[in-house]
């Protein structure tokens, strides 16, 4: 059958095995629904019964925006309290991290452009709420996962300042970008890992490599150059003057075929730089949590589709969003709750 009959099988109601699997979803008691393997496993399924129907050229704006209401099911149904897990398989990690296998995870990545750009201070009393969460959630990893590694993915980066200005001494928006001179970026380091030690997260010796990696955006340049070299190298890569997309037509998300990675301006995005970080094939052995609040959703999918043509499975790769509004200690509380309930389910 083609793609177009079967399009109008289901717009008529002759193909609803999707309806049915949804119906089906649908009726199991809450308890039931929010067992987040089964979550996962829907949400892969809803993928690959669409990804028949979408094969390459224009794809369907019906059938898009029908994947996007059932993914939209899915994630409300895995969602504990304001705490995302659609995306997250913790019994997995849990089972790998009993296993000996080797566990990562960040959850505080600051951007310096939050705090003091001029010195690259941290005010901990000043911290952004996503910051406060990232360091409770933290601290709950660190207890109940105390072998794996914590990495930070912090930018100092991305400023969201111009570095020009026209005659009259005002900024020029959409030029480069200001770069901050090196000091500030080093002090921005130790202020973070000052900050882990404080709070009892990483020891206070410091033991930087095995315990813990900080990893800053602007080290990633090189890194994402390279990944864009490998993209290209097997089709993947359409460049428009200095702005390079990410192109590909069997994305698992219809949305995301298309995928910037670096602006007209020069600028390397943060699907770019934090998809380079996985180049080294290491990390194709590890399993990777990452938590971060529910605005970086949209650009934690994207990675995922240009992780996925370079061989990270979805064993590999979890991530868990959150409610910023919600309280530090209960997004930290509900993380700790799944965890223990998935340790008591594989042990």
Partial sequence: MGIE???HHIEDGKDDSINKELEYFKSQKSEEVKKVKEVK???GRIRDTFKEFIQGGKSDEKLIASMKQDLEFTEKE???EGVNFSRCQMDRIA????SGKSVEYESFSPYLADYNLHTGEIWSDKLTESDIIGLEVAKTLRSEFPKARMISLYDEYNTNMPDTSNERGMPVVGGPQLTLPESTKINFKNNIEQLLADRGIISQD???GEEYLLVSESSKIKAAEELVKQLEAVGYIDHQGESINFINPEAENPAYRKIQLRTKNGRWLCEALD???????ENLAITHLVVLPNHFKEQQDKVWEVLRVLGIKPDNYHNIFYDEKIDPKKVAEVI???IVRCKGVVA
Wanted: charged share 25%.
């Fill in 5 to 7: 009959s079967k399009i």
């Fill in 41 to 43: 496993g829907l949400l």
């Fill in 78 to 80: 895995a969602t504990v």
């Fill in 95 to 98: 089972v790998d991290y009993n």
């Fill in 206 to 208: 410091k033991k930087e």
């Fill in 275 to 281: 998809a380079s970080s996985y180049l080294n094939p």
């Fill in 336 to 338: 700790k709750n799944e």
